[in-house]
């Protein structure tokens, strides 16, 4: 029995602790979906983009969700959010911020820059298990997207 | 306005002297009229004396050649001696009576013309009559019988009779005529008296008006200017034309009142003035020296205006600042002191120097003079609290200019202000650069903390994450103790990402501009009591909000937050077995309206009613929830609306939180309507 090719979850982090914790808590949720992390906007750009590394990506690969941290060298998650949204082949696709900050202005400026959720790190590894089973969940079953075809 | 007459031309002197030979000459022409009259009169009566004794001389002479007649007739009839005693007494009187009639009339020709032959007759019948007594001595008697028979006698004396009527006619003619004259001369005298008195009359009416229009009358005016500008009002022109003392007097006056005008003037300005000059503008201590060297030169109308400061440690003078054209040129440029001595010594003996006329001393060399082309120079020092630190220069150079001791004066008030000035500027800015470099310094440091406390959550994050991670994947593995020792790693973790947060919120208050609203406390309390509900619920506290709370004007979001932890801080320190009872009132006190928390909780010694509000000074127990920052983010938000916080509080019977705030009326200038807001 062949399953429809589930759309993978980009995870953009530049810390690697983050980077494994997140990977570990998407396994824990027992969430089928790959999931691809990436150090930075600008490597995340690419995969997008199918570009550099992921010159060799399928088309069709284009990511169910884009788990985003605001704090990364390189290119930020802001810079990001501003190459992104604006690309309409992209546009639709849903971005959650998942970051340590707390502070309104970033969250406020990352919904100004049409970012689709914001969720601060908990702090705690079930919390995120929970968080990332929801971001799923929702992001991936229930919120719809156009099938770009 | 009259036209100057000839007489205006003459001095005040003068016209007296004019004034008062109106009245003296007349006086003196009727004088001599009088006198003249007077001995005229007394003329006629000696003529009258004079003719008189002419009269008696006459017919003295006329009754002895009678005499001599008859004495000799008797003589020649009786032949006796004694007959010839009046004939020789005639004999001997009628030379000094003929003498005495010459003598009258020694200045008339014709009549001393008259008296010679009346005198030969007299003589010549003498000497017959002689002739004849000697004839009848001798016994000859015919020939005077001839003589008496012939009336030769009679005849001769009918001749003098006649000559001596004759000239005495003329004289009583003479009498008569110089008599008539006199008279005429009395009348003429007479009317001439009436006319020059009321000549005197009317001369002295003229001469009063003279004197009213030339002396009292410009008096008065120049009396009523005087007055006029003594009461402060001024006078454009004093209305006295003439061109004597007073007239000068009159524009002296008109230049003393504009001078003095000018000075008033000048010092009404001199305030504003020196306002103007001391107000530090973005333009900092060169603007103020610009505007110094401007006003300076303005208000003592001189072209060229220095502000010369002395540098200390170079024994040199830098241009500070210069007028006009000349402050691209001069600015910041050097001269040196033997170049400009003037100003040295202005600066070293602390006096005002003038020299009206630069070019008279060729010999020194003046840099003003010399580069500036400075016709005259006032240097004035410029003082502060150590001594002359520079000199303001006026040096005027299209003409000469002689500095009156007025604009000296000026100058050095003007100094006076310009120092003070001077020396404000550079404290402002030594003050604005060290104030600057704190502030940077500061900001470097805040953002180095923040940029810090942000690195230091991830990892206290992460801390807890793994700890939570070994608890769930080694659970049954680890023994009760190491399982507990990971959950305090993870609680810590946890405190620490919290706290840390809560130091970054700190921080960030007042850094991000936020909108301020109209916000309804009661709303906002609401929602903190919402917040809440779990921490009341567990404590059976009750929270109460007053009826009324002004509208505040502030950011939502602080006064929630201002609320909020003051609230949890009510819930947090209450006694054992008393539950909370928290209330959000306002008071008014003096002239402030005042909100406040208050509750019944443990109290805070009066010794911490200060200490509460610093980051992490929590006081009392350690169980208590908290980060230990909820008061100093209170206290921080409440000052960014310049607003106050304090606290009230009996320990065991509890505590009250005051705050101000801006309210929502003060800011829009008008009250609001008071609202009614449940709690």
Not at chain 2, 138 to 158: C, F, M, P, T, V
Not at chain 2, 320 to 329: E, F, I, M, P, V
Not at chain 2, 385 to 401: H, S, W
Not at chain 2, 611 to 633: C, M, N, S, W, Y
Request: glycine residues 6%; hydrophobic residues 45%; proline residues 5%.
């Amino acid at each position: 029995m062949v399953e429809p090719r589930r759309k993978p979850i980009l995870v953009v982090e530049d810390d690697p602790l983050d980077r494994e914790m997140i990977e570990l808590a998407f396994k824990r949720a027992a969430i089928q979906s790959p999931v691809v992390t990436v150090s930075d906007g600008q490597a995340a750009l690419d995969y997008l983009q199918a570009e550099g590394l992921f010159r060799e990506r399928q088309p069709e690969d284009l990511p169910a969700v884009i788990v985003l941290d605001l704090a990364m060298p390189r290119m930020d998650g802001f810079e990001f959010l501003r190459r992104v949204k604006p690309t309409p082949a992209l546009a639709a696709i849903p971005v959650v911020v998942l970051t340590t900050s707390e502070f309104d202005q970033d969250l406020s400026q990352s919904y100004a820059l049409r970012a689709n959720s914001c969720i601060t790190k908990p702090g705690d590894f079930e919390r995120l298990v929970e968080i990332v089973r929801a971001v799923h969940e929702y992001w991936c079953e229930i919120n719809k997207v156009p099938q770009g075809k | 306005m009259r036209a100057p007459l000839p007489f205006s031309r003459l001095s005040v002197h003068r016209k007296l002297i004019l004034i008062l030979a109106f009245i003296v000459l007349p006086v003196v022409g009727m004088m001599v009229l009088y006198l003249n009259t007077l001995r005229q009169s007394l003329a006629v009566q000696g003529e009258v004396d004079r003719l008189f004794e002419i009269q008696v001389q006459a017919e003295a002479i006329l009754s002895m050649v009678l005499e001599v007649q008859d004495g000799f007739r008797g003589f020649v009839l009786v032949r006796k001696e004694k007959f010839l005693e009046p004939f020789n007494k005639a004999e001997a009187a009628f030379d000094p009576a003929i003498a005495r009639l010459k003598q009258m009339v020694r200045d008339d020709p014709e009549q001393l013309q008259r008296l010679t032959p009346i005198e030969a007759r007299l003589h010549a019948l003498l000497e017959k009559k002689k002739r004849l007594i000697d004839a009848i001595r001798l016994g000859e008697l015919k020939a005077a019988r001839e003589h008496i028979e012939s009336g030769e006698g009679q005849n001769a004396l009918n001749t003098i009779r006649e000559d001596l009527r004759v000239f005495e006619s003329i004289e009583k003619q003479r009498l008569s005529e110089r008599r008539a004259r006199a008279e005429r001369l009395a009348s003429v005298t007479q009317y001439g008296l009436v006319g020059v008195v009321i000549g005197i009359l009317f001369l002295w009416w003229l001469a009063s008006r003279l004197l009213a229009r030339t002396i009292t009358g410009p008096l008065a005016t120049l009396t009523a200017a005087a007055q006029e500008f003594g009461s402060g009002r001024p006078i454009a022109r004093i209305p006295v034309f003439s061109m004597d003392e007073l007239g000068r007097l009159a524009r002296t006056m008109e230049e003393m009142q504009e001078r003095i005008s000018r000075h008033i003037s000048q010092i009404e300005a001199f305030q504003a003035i020196g306002q103007d000059i001391s107000t530090i503008g973005p333009d900092g201590l060169e603007g103020v020296l610009k505007r110094i060297v401007e006003t300076a030169g303005n208000m003592l109308r001189v072209d060229l205006c220095l502000v010369l400061l002395w540098d200390e440690t170079i024994g040199c003078w830098k241009v500070g600042a210069a007028s006009g054209h000349w402050h691209d040129l001069l600015y910041r440029s050097v001269l040196i002191r033997e170049e400009t001595p003037i100003s040295f010594k202005a600066l070293t003996t602390g006096h005002p120097q003038v020299v009206d006329d630069l070019e008279a001393r060729p010999e020194v060399v003046l840099q003003i003079r010399d580069r500036l082309g400075g016709k005259s120079l006032l240097t004035v020092p410029l003082r502060g609290p150590k001594g002359a630190f520079g000199v303001l220069a006026l040096a005027p150079t299209r003409e000469k200019r002689v500095f009156t001791d007025w604009d000296v004066r000026l100058s050095q008030q003007f100094a006076v202000q310009a120092a003070i000035a001077i020396l404000n500027a550079r404290l402002y800015e030594a003050a604005q650069q060290r104030g600057e470099g704190l502030q940077n310094r500061l900001e470097e440091l805040e953002r180095y903390a923040t940029n810090m406390a942000h690195d230091l959550k991830g990892p206290a994050r992460r801390m807890a994450e793994l700890a939570s991670l070994l608890r769930i994947d080694y659970k049954g593995r680890l023994d009760e103790r190491a399982d507990r020792y990971l959950g305090w790693i993870r609680e810590t973790g946890q405190q620490l990402m919290n706290r840390i947060e809560e130091v970054l919120k700190l921080a960030r208050i007042g850094t991000v501009p936020e909108v301020v609203e109209a916000v309804a406390p009661a709303d906002v309390a609401r929602d903190v009591i919402k917040g809440c509900e779990g921490l009341i619920e567990q404590q059976g506290a009750r929270v109460r909000v007053a009826d009324w709370l002004p509208k505040l004007a502030c950011n939502r979001v602080h006064l929630f937050q201002v609320l909020d932890n003051l609230v949890r801080n009510a819930l947090h320190f209450s006694v054992d077995g008393r539950p909370p009872d928290v209330e959000i009132g306002v008071v008014k006190q003096t002239n402030e309206t005042v909100l406040f928390v208050r509750d019944n909780g443990i109290g805070i010694p009066s010794s911490d009613w200060e200490r509460i509000f610093e980051p992490f000074e929590r006081l009392g127990h350690k169980d208590v929830q908290g980060t230990g920052i909820g008061l100093a983010i209170v206290k921080k938000i409440i000052e960014l609306y310049q607003g106050r916080v304090w606290v009230e509080s009996e320990p065991g019977e509890g505590t009250t939180f005051f705050f101000t705030l801006p309210l929502y009326g003060d800011l829009a200038g008008v009250p609001v309507r008071q609202e009614k807001a449940g709690s």
